[in-house]
């Protein structure tokens, strides 16, 4: 085998493509191997919209970026015909290498893609030394692709929460598939509310879905969210994952703690006692110690962080009956509790009615086995991502990042 055939090998030609010249420029930084390719004289090409073997109308020369050889930046060029179909008229046909429009070779892409996976775009495009602007319309077009190829037929458990784009509010609201357990980001789009789910839905419908497949969605308690689901997907069981009901309980006694502390001392390691349990193997001996002197003194902080962990033994049921039971017990003590005896503890009422209001969806995490912990991990991966780059120019960057860390756009990968 020879160097041409070692070349060719590499750059997956097909027949009539040959290499035909090569040449290394040593008087340029870095230097340049140029590969020159070209197909016999008479050679028939297909076109490129039927695939009909034609013969070529006309040439025009079109260069490449590949992969570095070696050190060396490497170029192909070629004089690319136009093929005259009698279906379809003069064409330029799609060479083997490249995808029309692009000015490098697929392998080229797909190293770039691999590489923006792993480390900033940024990063990757200084490694490949073109401009990061080149570098993302290249993500953004696989992205396209991909998501065009997206089938939705068999979705039917939807799990959704927003996270941070940029900072004053700017958020992007992610859809996961909550059966699939890899690369579960179905959908993402800018902003939150009832109109991203208007988007959803439309997706839904435009990838093989529909509204009436769905089942079940997964969300937090936003009003605007629960709004939206009902409106676009009636039909869906809504489920509130724990986390949440715990995370609005454990905001409720951080409010009376800033307000209590307003008014009176609070023991030291107050702020960060309040927010763990009592058999936290997290606790130190001074956050103990803190809690002891809360509960002793019957401060309003003690009196919230008591409720809180009230929550503990409603979570630790084992069937949705006992759940069932344990959130009816818990509601009836907590309206026996005369927490209207002070101001300080409506943010704990105020949670209280949220866990009213929103009963059956909370019930419903008992009997669905589908959370949100899933999404609570990604929007810690994204979040590790967008810091890692430094942020990110726009929410589509931000939003291509996501679907290539946690979708199945990433199979492109693969296949490019």
């Not at 990063?123 to 992205?143: C, F, G, N, Q, S």
């Not at 179905?186 to 109109?195: E, L, N, S, T």
């Not at 489920?239 to 023991?267: G, I, M, S």
Request: net charge positive; charged share 25%; aromatic share 8%.
């Amino acid at each position: 085998m020879n160097g041409n055939d070692i070349i060719a090998l590499g750059l997956g030609l097909e027949k009539p493509w040959e290499i035909t010249g090569q040449s290394l420029n040593t008087e340029c930084t870095p230097h340049e191997l140029r590969i020159t390719l070209a197909a016999p004289r008479g050679s028939s090409f297909p076109c490129p919209d039927c695939g009909a073997m034609c013969k070529a109308h006309d040439f025009k020369e079109m260069t490449w970026r590949h992969l570095n050889f070696f050190q060396h930046h490497c170029y192909i060029t070629a004089a690319v015909p136009r093929v005259n179909c009698k279906d379809h008229g003069v064409k330029r046909i799609t060479v083997p290498w490249a995808r029309t429009g692009s000015k490098f070779t697929l392998l080229f892409e797909q190293a770039g893609l691999m590489l923006v996976r792993e480390m900033p775009v940024l990063a990757a495009a200084r490694i490949m030394e073109i401009p990061d602007k080149t570098l993302w319309r290249i993500v953004l077009h696989y992205v396209t692709a991909g998501l065009a190829q997206l089938d939705l037929s068999e979705l039917k458990a939807v799990g959704l929460d927003e996270t941070s784009a940029k900072k004053r509010h700017n958020y992007v609201t992610v859809f996961i598939d909550l059966d699939r357990r890899k690369e579960p980001v179905v959908f993402a789009v800018p902003g939150k509310g009832q109109d991203v789910i208007r988007q959803f839905k439309q997706f839904l419908t435009t990838q093989g879905g529909a509204a009436g497949n769905i089942k079940e969605v997964a969300c937090d308690m936003s009003k605007p969210f629960l709004s939206g689901i009902k409106q676009s997907f009636p039909r869906a069981q809504v489920t509130v994952d724990w986390f949440h009901v715990v995370q609005t309980f454990t905001k409720a006694v951080n409010k009376v703690r800033v307000l209590e502390a307003r008014k009176k001392q609070l023991p030291r390691t107050t702020r960060w006692a309040v927010l763990k349990n009592e058999e936290s193997t997290g606790l130190s001996e001074q956050e103990r110690q803190a809690l002891a002197e809360l509960n002793a003194m019957d401060f309003f902080t003690a009196i919230a962080w008591r409720v809180k962990e009230r929550l503990r033994w409603v979570r630790k049921a084992s069937t949705a009956q006992a759940a069932k039971w344990r959130l009816s017990n818990f509601l009836l003590c907590m309206a026996e509790a005369n927490l209207t005896k002070s101001p300080l503890l409506r943010p704990v009422i105020a949670a209280i009615e949220t866990v009213i209001r929103h009963r059956r969806a909370i019930e419903s995490r008992w009997e669905s086995g589908h959370s949100t912990a899933r999404l609570e991990g990604l929007n810690s991966i994204f979040q590790a991502a967008k810091a890692r780059a430094r942020g990110y120019r726009n929410p589509q960057t931000f939003i291509s990042m996501i679907y290539l860390l946690a979708s199945p756009v990433g199979n492109l990968l693969k296949s490019t």
